[in-house]
């Protein structure tokens, strides 16, 4: 989950591959400019070695930070007061401590890192790769715990919700591989269900790349929900008997499900079908089929859960739907494309950096105004808010 306790202060990590980070702070930054984990946005550039600070609740920006190299994803520890930053096709993690801004020694994790977990607990780290390792680290030492290898992929990871468990999405070999830290090891595998024959048209026979989501919690973290974006299923995990529960059919190519954190519905919202299916979280049923008319990247609620923002995948907008009513309300055109978006703790804004451009959308979750935030930076992607309201993922 992403809700946290507030950082006492934060600052960007220097993203390099050298031991001895360069860091350039422009006159906008000051050592007082950056001081709790709910205030600040942070969106590294998947083009620039840069990384680029909003001031949530000035919707200015706050500093940019020149790097040595270009940053691939920030991971930050709240509790330990640590910014981490991966490389891309590199084994270096960046550390920074966020309560005095100085840098850390860097941290040869011994992998490529192509995506990295913050545990629930907010003190162990996960990376994995598609290569098939995953490497668990306690980063208050920093020292690693353990590493599994021989995956088929690595990189759609999710934690339970308590921490001991790390469930691991291989398409490939159409199954979930289930980590248990203790022991150190895979203590489980749940095979993902394929489709009846007789459930497939045939002009589904063609034979087409398998694509499955992560897995997304329940609120109360029992129920687990993966999209087969390929096959038009979304998968119901039962996480604490580490089981398959049910497969519902939906609309055509599901992504990400999303669950509630008021544990009302889940949202399974389509790609190819421009419409999100409301599942009852407790019966599973569906309560609507809501047509947005954009085809879905992700979604994202708020203002307690009562509205959600379909992040377009193809196009410079965003669906406004009405959770009370169950209607789309609006849509919302921006000037550029939307990446994933990331909610504040107050769930009253969502801001999302717009690709392959140097801005900042940000949405006035309540009466949905739009702000663009413009900086010195293209190629903004992958926004990182510390303490934020996109939990049970």
Not at 7 to 26: H, R, V
């Given at each position: 989950m992403r809700i946290r306790t507030s950082?006492?202060?934060?600052?960007?990590?220097?993203?390099?591959?050298?031991?001895?980070?360069?860091?350039?702070?422009?006159d906008l930054f000051s050592s007082n400019s950056i001081a709790a984990g709910s205030r600040y946005a942070f969106i590294p550039s998947k083009t620039e070695a840069r990384i680029v600070v909003i001031d949530t609740q000035s919707d200015k920006l706050a500093a940019e930070l020149e790097l040595n190299d270009i940053a691939n994803q920030l991971v930050i520890s709240d509790s330990l007061d640590m910014l981490v930053a991966t490389h891309s096709d590199s084994s270096i993690l960046s550390l920074l401590n966020l309560e005095t801004q100085q840098s850390l020694p860097s941290l040869d994790i011994g992998m490529i890192a192509d995506t990295g977990l913050l545990h629930p607990h907010d003190q162990i780290m996960a990376f994995g790769n598609t290569q098939g390792q995953v490497s668990v680290w306690d980063m208050q030492a920093p020292k690693k715990m353990f590493q599994v290898d021989g995956l088929s992929n690595a990189v759609n990871l999710t934690f339970s919700v308590d921490g001991a468990r790390l469930f691991v999405v291989e398409p490939e070999h159409r199954r979930i591989s289930v980590i248990e830290l203790n022991a150190r090891a895979i203590i489980a595998e749940i095979g993902i269900p394929k489709r009846a024959r007789n459930d497939i048209n045939q002009s589904e026979l063609i034979e087409v790349k398998l694509e499955i989501s992560s897995i997304s919690r329940s609120a109360d973290g029992h129920t687990g929900f993966l999209s087969i974006t390929s096959e038009n299923t979304v998968v119901v995990l039962d996480l604490r008997k580490l089981e398959v529960k049910q497969t519902i059919a939906v609309d055509a190519e599901p992504v990400r499900p999303f669950s509630t954190a008021d544990n009302r519905y889940v949202l399974i919202p389509h790609r190819a079908a421009e419409s999100i299916y409301v599942l009852d979280a407790l019966s599973l049923n569906i309560r609507g089929n809501i047509k947005t008319g954009l085809p879905a990247r992700e979604l994202n609620t708020g203002w307690l859960d009562t509205v959600a923002f379909v992040m377009s995948a193809n196009s410079e907008q965003i669906a406004v739907v009405d959770l009370e009513k169950l209607a789309l309300e609006r849509t919302i055109t921006l000037s550029g494309n939307p990446d994933s978006g990331m909610v504040t703790s107050d769930s009253k804004r969502l801001y999302t950096a717009l690709i392959d451009t140097n801005r900042v959308a940000r949405i006035d979750v309540r009466s949905r105004e739009v702000l663009e935030i413009s900086s010195n930076t293209n190629g903004l992607s992958n926004i990182e808010i510390a303490v934020s309201n996109n939990i049970c993922h």
């Open positions: 950082l006492k202060a934060i600052i960007l990590l220097a993203c390099t591959t050298t031991m001895s980070p360069s860091w350039a702070f422009f």
